[in-house]
């Protein structure tokens, strides 16, 4: 074969839009899989409906209906009490990938792509060549309906047929045709994915309607809106080099000290007074914009060297262990759980974030197997169900390295629920898909940590109950033979056998607890998590 | 608390470019976890080194050498002898994401996303604030060095510090540094990968110079050019209505019946005629640019009421089984093997791939464990292996669901290596960072046909040898008694002892066959697979 110059090979040289690869690769936004294509459409609207109402402060109602239209076709419809978008934005919100109003900023949400909406846009298009029906208000008189669709090839919003509708209700509604999609009721279906989110959102209200026609309804169990986190300034723990470049290099201030102060979480003028006179060659005096590479690789190790109080806590906000514990017991009725919130840690680049665990036991927990039961992990970003992806899921591994066996809990046979929820104002998504959060170290053990003391926490209550079982057996069996024994005692001695049973029933219930018997008053939810950490 | 209007949200509204987001995702480049994050950017230079010096016609040579530099910090550089890149292209092709010459066209390639090398260029910028150093000529007096980086607001290449250099060899050498990685000498190192890499690549000469400063070399082990594969058209079996409409509308044929010849695979004038039959509705000699959304689902639900030969095989280049086979000898040294190429298959979107399967006995096959061995499972798509991501991969999900058992292996126990590699024009993987295959029915079915085959191959293999060890413990049990009984009969009969314990040894030896010795010669590779295909 003859060589091929380079100049022949690069004639055939193009760039594209991020439109075009995600159309190609549509299964890195979740789009692969019948199944698993229709849930992530629904994931995508839902959770776009719950962070815009939080974000106007409006309890979330949402509702979503989903009809069949032939075979693998099926019309999904969400409407929310939101605050609408705004007719000049509408295009570029739900039909131009990576735009948005949450990517930039440091704030807790569940989206934070600006990819999501604008994916649903693109897979209607390429499967069923239909528009997305935009019926959409922001207040009295600013109704509006119209048609939207994504000219791939520049990634611009294609948007058509808009009509004032000055009578809609706030919010937004969104209506859209897929094909290659497939209802199913399974661990990994529609039905499943918003009884999760329910489960983590008791603040909202969510109306599903199935393909049958059939009503489903996630009452609103908790009347306030959750407080609201507040967008986090970077630790400067957490920081890189570059990192701290780029602030710098984008800074307003006109001073190092002041610019460290002004854009970083704890940073004091105490704190820049300790960073003096642990990088003397740096002049905190200069603009930050004059910062060097080396400059900032000094001031990075000097931040390791000072002491800092933890982050703030006003920028995470967990579900909170009252609701986690209310949504359970709703869900699993168990005879028993705990429940673990940790303490705010840090991931690189500064970013802060909390985990939330809990394990309960019987009820409904765990999943019906052959043999008894097993273990369930379910598993929850920033209140968001993740149903898929699990194998390379943080939560998964870290579930997996916990020494359940340790704790007398056996995921096995056990009816266990496992829960986790990490919330951030940036989750590490494995993939664009957000269906699996990347296995940083410092979330893994703190997942791993949350979850052996919520296991030491049920561990008490599962031992005594397999004790008490266990002896239950015990007295049961000896019990069989209490008769005989009177009977037997009563022909030797003469003695009344009744008397004699009654005696001998005595005798093994002071030996052995006549046990067996729920203790309901335990079983309530009123333990605390052990202060204690475990270090291994 | 107040709530808040979309008009006050919605100031907040930005759009970003690729860039970016991968800037703040990194973890989705494979750039989470700092020995991971080493071995995928020797992954995708080398990747591109390869693909180059294919697509050129050059017998590929890759030498990658990396160097430790500080904590966490190593210097990476790779040569190849490939064609080069020209000077006015360097900057789109290392340092912009989503530029490339692989992307658009469906050819089988390693590379297909054009964001690796512009990923590597991103990554070190972030943590070391350093530029890629190039080295590179074309041609005879073609050689330049220069310095990129990436404006990551704009997605565009920064060069810099451009000198001539007329005497620099062919090829390409780029050299990076890096932090917040590590070298690790482990199954998910650079080692490994470079080793499986050999593996699938027997015709590239590699060599690796680890950070101890010890160079490893991967000689060529067959010295012709792999048969380039030509690229695909598109099969109309795997279409869907919206690729027919985009390709009719961008095509150049003044008729529907042409377009549909020119355009797809397998569709033959006389094919044309079938479906005329077929759609009476649509007109065959309109312009395809006049094709309705209609029109193209009428043709892809004819498309299937049509018999069609299968796809050509000139688009898909396997590895093949011979090279496998050899490749698998030089690293395992198997006591056997079985090895599987399958015909070609459709995957959706008209994709033509080919799967390749095999299953090595013995020898280094496996992984020694405390009680033994246990199977290993090695992935690789297009040759390239696959190390991390393992748990959502479609090559994973495939061999777990083989019964292993059926064909009397056990991968808990044996010294048992299972190979996968799927070549395709277009691999679906899970993620930009290509380490997964997304979980497609086509490719699963595929893979499980694929390794049930190589397991029948190897079944019997390993089934004669458990009954050969069995034989042989029971033949040499029953000659621990035969001298005792031969002394005990002579005594008896007066009969020489010595013939009688030989008469004994014969008749033993005649009811089991003398076995435990390894028969080599059907050891060696003749062995064809069964024809007949697994139906469950």
Chains 1, 2 share one sequence.
């Not at 929310?80 to 949450?102: F, Q």
């Not at 914009?289 to 000097?302: R, T, V, Y």
Request: proline fraction near 4%; charge should be negative.
């Amino acid at each position: 074969m003859a060589e091929k110059k380079a100049e022949e090979i690069f004639t055939a040289f193009k760039e594209h839009s991020i439109a075009e690869f995600f159309k190609k690769n549509r299964q890195m936004l979740g789009y692969s899989g019948k199944i698993r294509s229709l849930v992530t459409i629904v994931h995508e609207y839902a959770t776009n409906s719950l962070d815009a109402a939080e974000e106007a402060g409006i309890l979330p109602s949402v509702r979503i209906s989903v009809s069949e239209k032939g075979e693998d076709r099926y019309m999904v419809s969400i409407t929310d009490n939101g605050p609408g978008i705004p007719k000049s934005y509408v295009g570029k919100a739900l039909a131009t990938i990576l735009a948005g109003t949450k990517f930039h900023r440091y704030v807790q949400q569940r989206g934070q792509q600006g990819i999501g909406a604008a994916g649903c846009t693109l897979f209607s298009q390429m499967t069923t060549g239909k528009q997305i029906l935009v019926k959409c208000s922001t207040g009295t008189g600013k109704g509006y309906t119209c048609k939207i669709s994504i000219d791939t090839v520049k990634n611009k919003p294609v948007v058509s047929d808009m009509v004032d509708m000055p009578d809609l209700p706030r919010g937004l509604s969104v209506e859209g045709e897929f094909a290659e999609v497939k209802y199913e009721n399974s661990d990994h279906g529609i039905l499943e994915y918003l009884k999760r989110t329910a489960l983590s959102n008791p603040h909202a209200e969510i109306t599903f309607v199935d393909p049958t026609g059939q009503e489903h309804k996630f009452p609103r169990s908790v009347q306030v809106m959750p407080e609201r986190p507040e967008p986090a300034q970077p630790h400067p723990l957490g920081l890189y080099v570059n990192d701290l470049l780029e602030y710098a290099h984008a800074s307003q201030e006109r001073k190092i000290s002041s610019f460290l102060q002004e854009n970083f979480a704890r940073v004091s003028s105490g704190k820049v007074a300790e960073l003096r006179e642990l990088v003397k060659d740096v002049d905190f005096d200069k603009d930050p914009k004059q910062l060097s590479w080396d400059d900032s690789e000094k001031l990075i190790k000097a931040f390791k060297q000072v002491k800092w109080i933890a982050p703030e806590s006003t920028h995470i906000k967990p579900i909170g262990e009252d609701q986690i514990r209310l949504a359970m017991k709703n869900i699993f009725e168990p005879e028993f759980m705990h429940v673990v919130e940790r303490k705010t840690a840090l991931l690189k680049g500064g970013i802060p974030f909390i985990v939330e665990a809990a394990v309960s036991f019987g009820g409904f927990s765990g999943r019906k197997t052959d043999e008894g039961h097993e273990a369930t992990v379910m598993r929850f970003a920033n209140r968001v169900p993740l149903l898929f992806d699990s194998g390379t899921c943080a939560i998964t591994i870290a579930a997996k390295n916990v020494d359940w066996k340790r704790y007398n809990l056996d995921v096995e046979k056990m009816p266990l629920s496992i829960f986790v929820n990490v919330s951030s104002v940036h989750i590490p998504y494995t993939g664009v898909g957000k269906e699996s959060i990347a296995q940083e170290d410092e979330i893994i053990e703190e997942i791993r940590l949350a979850l052996m003391e919520a296991a030491r926490g049920v561990q008490k209550y599962v031992s005594g109950k397999m004790r008490a079982h266990h002896e239950a057996t015990r007295y049961n069996t000896i019990m069989r033979y209490a008769k005989q024994l009177s009977l037997d005692l009563s022909s030797i001695t003469s003695k009344d056998q009744k008397a004699l049973e009654k005696a001998i029933e005595k005798l093994v219930a002071s030996k052995i607890p006549q046990a067996g018997v729920k203790d309901e008053e335990t079983a309530e939810g009123t333990e605390q998590g052990e202060a204690a950490e475990e270090e291994e």
